[in-house]
C-alpha cells in the first residue's frame, strides 16, 4: 500500500501546527486536508475522501471531543480511524478514547511515532475498506444469484406446465423461442384422437388396487412414448383413457396423418401389452376414435393449477367414436379418411348414431395402413 493513496484530514485551530503536519506528511506522499477547526472539518469531511483525521482536542467552537463523537454517529464514518493529538495528561487521553478515537499522539509531535500511528491506522482502513468492498460485491453476487435462481425456477415451473401437455420436442420450441402467446385463447382446425382401454371398468372391479394401477402405468407408459413420438399434444389423462390432439399449439403439416398413424402404432402397441396381461388373468381390450374439426383452444384453470384444453364439437365427435368403436377399432369420421387415405385401408361401418349429435356421423374403420406407409 502506497501512501500517495492515502488521504489525511488535519484539523487545528493552529495554522503553524498544520503547517508542521504539512511539513512531516506531504514529503511521504500523504494526501492532506487541512480545516482550522470543527466546524470546517465536519462541513468537509463528506467530500474529503479522507482515509483518516489528524484531529486536536482543543479548538475554539466545537472542540475535538465533539467532532469525534459526530464523526462516530455517521454511519459512513463508524470506521473511519481518528488519531487525537493530545497536550499533555492520561485524562485527555482516557476521554479521546471515549470519544471513540482510535488512537493519539502528545504534543510536541515526535515524527517517528507520528508516521508510525498514521501507517498503522491508514493501513487497517484500507482493510476495512476492501472488507467493505468485498462484502457489497458479495451482496451484489448474492442479489444476481437470487435473480438467477428464481429465473431458474420460473422457467422450470414453466417448462414443467408445458411438458403436461406438449411433446418434448414442442417444449424445445417454445422455450427456444421465448413464446407461450399460444396459451391465449384462439381457433384453430386440429385432428383429436381418442381412446380408452375396453373392459377395464369390470377389470377394476374385480382386481387388487396395486394391479389396477401396474396396469395403467404400463398402458400409460406406452402411449406417452407414441405421443411424444408423433408430436402429439396431449389434453388430458382420464384414468384408461386419453385425449390427444394435432396441428396445436404448433402447427404441423398433415395432422390427420400424423393422428392416424400415431393411432395403429398406439392399437399394435396394446395389443402386445394385452398379450402380457392375458397371460396375468386380465381380459382387456382399446379403441380410438378421431375427428377433424375446428375448436377454441387455450389455457383453462386458475393460479397455480391450470390445463390446455381444446374445447368444440370436433372433441365431442371423437369420444363419442371411440365409445362406438369395438375392441380394436380405430373408427374415424369422412373428413379424416379423406385427408388420409392413400394411406390407410378402411371398412365403413355406416351411419352411427351418437348421442349429443342430431344427425348420423358416417365412420369408418382403420383396418391398417396401406404398403405405401411401410405399416
Not at 396445436?248 to 402380457?276: F, K
Request: proline letters at 4%.
Amino acid at each position: 500500500m502506497s501512501s500517495d493513496d492515502i488521504t489525511i484530514l488535519a484539523v487545528d485551530d493552529l495554522p503553524q501546527n498544520l503547517r508542521l503536519l504539512d511539513a512531516i506528511l506531504s514529503p511521504r506522499g500523504y494526501r492532506l486536508i487541512m480545516a482550522s477547526s470543527g466546524e470546517e472539518a465536519l462541513a468537509v469531511l463528506p467530500g474529503s475522501g479522507a482515509d483518516l483525521v489528524l484531529l486536536d482536542i482543543l479548538m475554539p467552537g466545537i472542540d475535538g471531543y465533539e467532532v469525534c463523537r459526530r464523526i462516530r454517529s455517521t454511519p459512513s464514518f463508524e470506521f473511519l480511524p481518528v488519531v487525537m493529538i493530545t497536550a499533555s495528561g492520561d485524562q485527555e487521553k482516557v476521554r479521546a478514547i471515549e470519544a471513540g478515537a482510535d488512537d493519539f499522539v502528545s504534543k510536541p509531535l515526535n515524527q517517528g511515532e507520528l508516521l508510525a500511528r498514521v501507517a498503522s491506522l491508514a493501513r487497517i482502513k484500507r482493510y476495512q475498506d476492501t472488507i467493505q468492498r468485498q462484502s457489497a460485491e458479495l451482496a451484489a453476487w448474492n442479489l444476481e444469484l437470487e435473480d438467477r435462481v428464481r429465473a431458474q425456477i420460473d422457467e422450470l415451473q414453466r417448462v414443467n406446465r408445458l411438458r403436461r401437455f406438449l411433446s418434448p420436442q414442442l417444449v424445445d420450441v417454445v422455450m427456444d423461442s421465448g413464446d407461450d402467446g399460444f396459451l391465449v385463447s384462439h381457433r384453430r382446425e386440429i385432428v383429436v384422437v381418442f381412446c380408452d382401454l375396453r373392459g377395464f371398468t369390470p377389470f377394476a372391479e374385480s382386481s387388487e388396487p396395486e394391479e389396477v394401477m401396474g396396469v395403467l402405468s404400463e398402458f400409460h407408459t406406452a402411449m406417452g412414448e407414441l405421443i411424444d413420438r408423433f408430436d402429439g399434444t396431449l389434453e388430458r389423462f382420464t384414468g384408461d383413457g386419453l385425449m390427444v390432439f394435432f396441428n396445436d399449439p404448433i402447427p404441423c403439416e398433415n395432422p390427420a396423418e400424423r393422428a392416424v398413424t400415431m393411432a395403429v402404432a398406439m392399437r399394435d402397441r396394446v395389443a402386445e401389452l394385452a398379450a402380457a396381461w392375458a397371460r396375468r388373468g386380465h381380459d382387456l381390450g382399446f379403441g380410438i376414435g378421431i375427428a377433424q374439426g375446428f375448436a377454441t383452444l387455450g389455457r383453462i384453470g386458475f393460479e397455480g393449477r391450470s390445463d390446455y384444453a381444446a374445447i368444440g364439437n370436433v372433441t365431442n365427435l371423437a369420444a363419442r367414436l371411440c365409445v362406438a368403436a369395438g375392441p380394436w377399432q380405430i373408427l374415424v369420421t369422412q373428413r379424416v379418411l379423406s385427408a388420409t387415405e392413400e394411406l390407410i385401408v378402411t371398412e365403413s361401418v355406416g351411419d352411427l348414431d351418437l348421442r349429443g349429435f342430431s344427425r348420423p356421423i358416417r365412420a369408418f374403420d382403420v383396418a391398417g395402413m396401406t404398403s405405401r406407409t411401410g405399416g
